[in-house]
């Protein structure tokens, strides 16, 4: 994801919007979909359908300071209904012989679809949300071995506070503390690392 903690305005902050909201849009469709929506944009000219998509993308790109690919969800509904709607228009235009091509607008999303549900570590997401819910931290993963580890072994300070003074600047010396990003002034105990190693929940022993 594109770095925003600087302030973009106007054409900068349209510009660096398009260029991540485009890939995701056709990241989530697949090209078949995405292939299928431009149909139906071309054949089903609805213009109350067609205000529900646009608002609210319009709206993201010349405002949105942070974006997640999750942001676009309100999105999707209507772009679907013209992919339909495309669907339908190739359906009832092409040739008999040709038809059964249709397939191919079928398959792409099942694929997508089986690999989240199959094997979501090396599904085709987007890298941010790869990350936040497979990879990264925020995903959660480590929780359960952390705590099985914890219940094993007595760590003394650290079961007894609180969630926020396990906070790394309340936690005192020859305690224990958790970080998910931040390395500490300690010992690393324990490393509950994500598929990929990309991050990981950490125990230290601090000094």
């Known amino acids: 994801m594109i770095n925003k903690q600087g302030t973009f305005v106007g054409d900068w902050l349209v510009k660096n919007n398009l260029l991540q909201i485009g890939p995701w849009l056709y990241q989530y469709l697949a090209w078949p979909v995405a292939l299928l929506v431009i149909v139906g944009l071309l054949a089903k000219r609805n213009r109350l359908l067609l205000i529900n998509a646009l608002v609210p993308l319009v709206l993201l790109i010349i405002s949105a300071k942070i974006l ?11 772009l679907l209904i013209y992919a339909a709607g495309g669907f339908n228009w190739l359906r009832q235009t092409l040739p008999r012989a040709l038809k059964p091509l249709l397939i191919i607008f079928l398959l792409a999303p099942a694929w997508f679809s089986w690999r989240i549900l199959i094997d ?31 219940q ?6 650290l079961l007894n506070y609180s969630a926020e003074e396990i906070l790394i600047d309340k936690a005192v010396s020859g305690g224990y503390a958790i970080t998910n990003i931040r390395e500490v002034d300690g010992e690393l105990i324990k490393d509950f690392p994500r598929p990929g190693n990309k991050s990981s929940l950490k125990l230290w022993r601090l000094n």
């Open 152 to 157: 094993v072994n007595s760590l003394g300070p």
């Open 120 to 150: 979501l570590p090396t599904a085709p997401l987007p890298e941010i949300d790869q990350w936040q819910y497979v990879t990264g931290w925020p995903s959660g993963y480590g929780v359960k071995e952390l705590v099985n580890y914890l």
């Open 68 to 78: 997640f690919p999750r942001y676009l969800l309100p999105i999707f509904p209507f």
